[in-house]
């Protein structure tokens, strides 16, 4: 039992075997706060790996099914069902998943991005809004306590006007062709049929542009949006520049690349209003830098002085023991939780708990990736981003 909500949630999943990675990042976030169970999975690609991950990786007396099919009629029959499932599959496989659990009733936890293409993410949006069921995208870098006091900042008006925001992230393991190796992420990340139509553009150019939006509060208008390979023979992008207008007048560039050697998680973030900056660096979350135009930079650190209550809300241990992307992607199952109990009991779900990224958030990632190419397709013409466009 659970203070909090009263029970534990139960928890499935699907993806997540033998050898994969983000998988298991979610059973940890999961775990984290205490607020789950996981009581069964459908592991992996095929019956006899998925059998096998799920005897060793679920716990005895969960139920262990050889596919999603499978689970979700076993599932929807049970007295006990699970409550939410996590999706955790490589990106081709989110919408079918996803579609069958919310006709089922059930809440989704899903990664990014959401599906491969716009129409598919569309139909998420209006099937989890039919069923009435809860759908968090895992935009994780959204949990760290300090992008929530950044976030909390720029509403407040501590920079001013908004003029300049500059979002990179940087990675460099795809600097050589890895997909020729076993390295399955590589492998999936670079194929267009598993990855859908972008490479470093889906992967880690949407964590960036989320990024941008959740702290800015805002979203561009149009993007023009330059799309590289480098990598000879890889058929899809691994380096992007796009530069981004947005309603007000403020301008946004944002550079994401899997092709940058030195580069892990280099994802950076800086906001310049009239009045005064931010920055923020995933490799250093519990800093962020504010410098009110003319006056030395202020340091705030996680569950330092002066924070408002988001970033209260999403910390655990006092300042200076580090916390990091566990804890921040434990945030959003921490916020899908109280998100869940809210309505299965048609309560008002709690303010905090607003900021995990929706259903609303991932389609809107979908819709940049699209639009991202239409516009290097044609030779980086402004294009527009508005949401429900005939994309
Ligand atoms: N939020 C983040 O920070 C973050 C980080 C890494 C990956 N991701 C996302 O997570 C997803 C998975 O990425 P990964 O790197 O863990 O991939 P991975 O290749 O390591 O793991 C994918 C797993 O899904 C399983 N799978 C594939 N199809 C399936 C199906 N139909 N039914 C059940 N299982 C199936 C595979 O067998 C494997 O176990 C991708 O959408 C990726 O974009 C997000």
Redesign the pocket.
């Known amino acids: 039992m659970t203070t909090e909500h009263g029970r534990r949630l139960r928890l499935g999943m699907?993806?997540?075997?033998h050898?994969?990675?983000?998988?298991a990042v979610h059973r940890t976030a999961a775990r984290l706060d205490d607020c789950y169970e996981l009581v069964a999975g459908?592991?992996?690609?095929t019956p006899e790996?998925?059998l096998e991950s799920g005897r060793d990786i679920l716990k005895p007396g969960a139920r262990n099914y050889s596919?999603?099919e499978q689970m979700v009629l076993a599932e929807s029959s049970r007295e006990d069902r699970i409550d939410v499932v996590s999706i955790?599959?490589?990106?081709d496989?989110?919408h079918k998943?996803a579609k069958a659990f919310l006709q089922a009733g059930i809440h989704v936890i899903c990664?990014?991005?959401l599906t491969t293409d716009v129409s598919q993410a569309h139909e998420l949006e209006r099937v989890a809004k039919e069923r009435g069921r809860v759908f968090v995208v895992?935009y994780?870098y959204s949990g760290y306590p300090l992008v929530r006091q950044a976030r909390e900042m720029v509403a407040a008006g501590d920079l001013g006007e908004l003029r300049l925001v500059h979002v990179e992230y940087l990675q460099g393991w795809l600097t050589e062709r890895l997909e020729d190796t076993d390295n399955?992420?590589a492998r999936?990340r670079t194929d267009p049929a598993r990855s859908g139509p972008g490479g470093c553009l889906g992967?880690i150019a949407t964590?960036a542009f989320h990024l941008a939006g959740f702290v800015s509060g805002v979203t561009p208008e149009r993007i023009s949006a330059r799309l590289d390979t480098f990598v000879p023979g890889r058929r899809l992008d691994d380096n992007v520049n796009i530069r981004m207008r947005y309603a007000s007048g403020a301008q946004g560039t944002l550079w994401a690349s899997q092709v940058a050697p030195g580069h892990e998680n280099d994802l950076h973030l800086r906001i310049y209003g009239s009045r005064g900056s931010l920055s923020w660096r995933q490799e250093e979350p519990n800093r962020l830098r504010f410098t009110r135009h003319g006056e030395v930079p202020r340091l705030y650190t996680r569950a330092g002085p002066a924070l408002g209550g988001a970033a209260n809300h999403a910390t655990r241990i006092p300042g200076g023991h580090p916390e990091g992307y566990l804890e921040a992607f434990a945030q959003l199952y921490k916020d899908a939780a109280a998100l869940i109990h809210a309505r299965n009991e048609s309560l008002d779900p709690p303010a905090t708990a607003l900021l995990a990224p929706t259903v609303r958030e991932g389609a809107a990632g979908v819709e940049f990736i699209a639009a991202a190419i239409d516009s290097h397709r044609a030779d980086a013409e402004w294009t527009s981003l508005l949401a429900g466009d005939s994309r």
């Open positions: 699907v993806g997540g075997g050898g994969a990675f983000i998988g459908a592991l992996a690609s790996r998925a596919t999603f955790v599959t490589p990106n496989a989110h998943v990664d990014k991005p895992t994780n399955k992420q999936w992967d964590h």
